[in-house]
């Protein structure tokens, strides 16, 4: 671990303590996972603390874990990760929070620590399902709002449920179920022998 990577460690553990259930390295950054019921302490102290200072929410997305490793995950379902940066500091950090009911999934939203938060939430309220607890906003933002489910659930169809047209006797879109049937999509086997050789090209 680098000595920036060290020092944002051990900020991490002095200003977040046992708030902080894992902390792990991968790809060069920390993660860490925090509880839901500290969920939005953690993030304001993350920003505001001087040591830690990440004044910017970069990315924030669902995560569905229903298929993790091949089926073998046996945590909770949907989970809530963002990205933060620090530009005082020159670092980045990665906090997942899991979702308590992986039937009616729900967090509260960052948006007031972060107003970018505000369209990253409403996306993973769009295609995962994830309720955000506080938005003051939340509802579709990339999928029609008559749409039924969320696409990005691991559990939803390939094809989906209905699909939309104009009809232009009625002047208006209509919804009908789906007419596409499904089907199996396996990639062209190349078997020539000198395939890619330039020489024999």
């Known amino acids: 671990m680098s000595t920036k990577l060290e020092l944002l460690s051990q900020?991490?553990?002095?200003?977040?303590?046992?708030?902080?259930?894992?902390?792990?390295?991968?790809?060069?950054?920390?993660?860490?996972?925090?509880?839901?019921?500290?969920?939005?302490?953690?993030?304001?102290?993350?920003?505001?603390?001087?040591?830690?200072?990440?004044?910017?929410?970069?990315?924030?997305?669902?995560?569905?874990?229903?298929?993790?490793?091949?089926?073998?995950?046996?945590?909770?379902?949907?989970?809530?990760?963002s990205h933060l940066t620090s530009i005082a500091h020159n670092w980045r950090l990665r906090v997942r929070c899991f979702a308590p009911d992986d039937n009616f999934p729900a967090l509260p939203s960052v948006v007031s620590v972060w107003n970018s938060a505000n369209w990253y939430e409403r996306e993973a309220f769009d295609l995962f399902g994830i309720v955000f607890l506080g938005h003051t906003d939340l509802r579709r933002l990339l999928c029609d709002y008559g749409f039924i489910g969320h696409p990005f659930r691991k559990d939803f169809p390939i094809s989906g449920y209905v699909e939309m047209r104009y009809d232009p006797e009625q002047k208006r879109v209509v919804y009908q179920p789906v007419s596409i049937e499904p089907r199996e999509m396996t990639p062209r086997i190349v078997r020539e022998e000198n395939y890619g050789d330039v020489e024999n090209a």
Request: glycine share 10%; charged share 25%; with cysteine.
């Open 11 to 81: 900020n991490l553990q002095k200003h977040l303590g046992d708030r902080i259930v894992t902390l792990q390295m991968a790809l060069g950054e920390i993660g860490i996972d925090v509880d839901v019921a500290v969920y939005p302490e953690v993030m304001s102290s993350l920003r505001d603390e001087p040591e830690l200072r990440f004044e910017q929410l970069i990315d924030l997305c669902g995560v569905d874990y229903s298929a993790y490793g091949d089926g073998r995950w046996q945590g909770k379902r949907f989970a809530v990760v």
